[in-house]
């Protein structure tokens, strides 16, 4: 391969990882629409969700940020987390993204053969302990990108409640998705304790008990 093309894959790469919006709005775009004098949005609109490029941005911080604190810390490796963290959703560059409490076990599947088309031979067996989850580091990376698209959400409980009603699901969804993923750790365990206790609360149409830092009028 000359290097020009690999220059052509890398920014190919780059602009799929940008044309691929998620489910969650992020507080920046909300400002952004806030501030132009909207007081309804509509959580279906591409133009307000996250981008799968900021999903994996925000995964390094998070991990970086979370690693000393967790219970395992000794025995997690920060560095082949964070290979896992950036190539997890390759496949979601051809295939889009699917809302994790729709996604069916053929939709994984799919998800998988692109993944082997895409990556690099050595990076492969990441990818693999990663969906696993078997070992300590894949264990901590898929934490942590469950915990992502909640902090999004607990910043803004009254576009989560609009969100929960549009998706038709809540608390106890995410309980029933989400816990198995926190278990391995007794730090992430209160940590996913505590945020369920506040989408148990954002349920019940009261504050989250975070600050929030934007959120639609109520």
Request: net charge negative; proline share 4%.
């Given at each position: ?27 920046e775009r909300l ?39 967790i219970e395992h ?45 895409l990556l690099p ?98």
């Amino acid at each position: 391969m000359s290097t020009h093309e690999l220059i052509q894959q890398l920014l190919d790469l780059q602009n799929a990882y940008a044309r691929v919006p998620r489910a969650i709005v992020t507080g920046e775009r909300l400002r952004y629409e806030l501030a132009k004098g909207a007081v309804d949005i509509d959580v279906m609109r591409e133009d307000l969700r996250e981008q799968l490029l900021e999903h994996v941005g925000h995964l390094p911080m998070l991990a970086s940020f979370l690693h000393s604190h967790i219970e395992h810390k000794n025995e997690v490796n920060l560095g082949r987390v964070l290979i896992m963290l950036s190539i997890h959703d390759i496949g979601e560059t051809v295939l889009g993204d699917i809302l994790t409490y729709d996604k069916k076990s053929e939709d994984t599947e799919k998800e998988n053969e692109v993944v082997k088309k895409l990556l690099p031979a050595e990076l492969v067996p990441y990818f693999d302990e990663f969906e696993a989850r078997e070992t300590l580091d894949a264990k901590y990376a898929k934490s942590i990108d469950a915990i992502a698209p909640f902090l999004h959400e607990l910043d803004m409980p009254n576009l989560t409640r609009k969100r929960f009603a549009v998706y038709k699901f809540g608390s106890k969804n995410i309980e029933a998705k989400k816990k198995i993923y926190f278990e391995w750790d007794s730090v992430l365990k209160d940590i996913f304790a505590v945020i369920l206790d506040s989408y148990h609360k954002i349920d019940s149409g009261e504050p989250s008990g975070f600050k929030v830092i934007t959120d639609l009028p109520k």
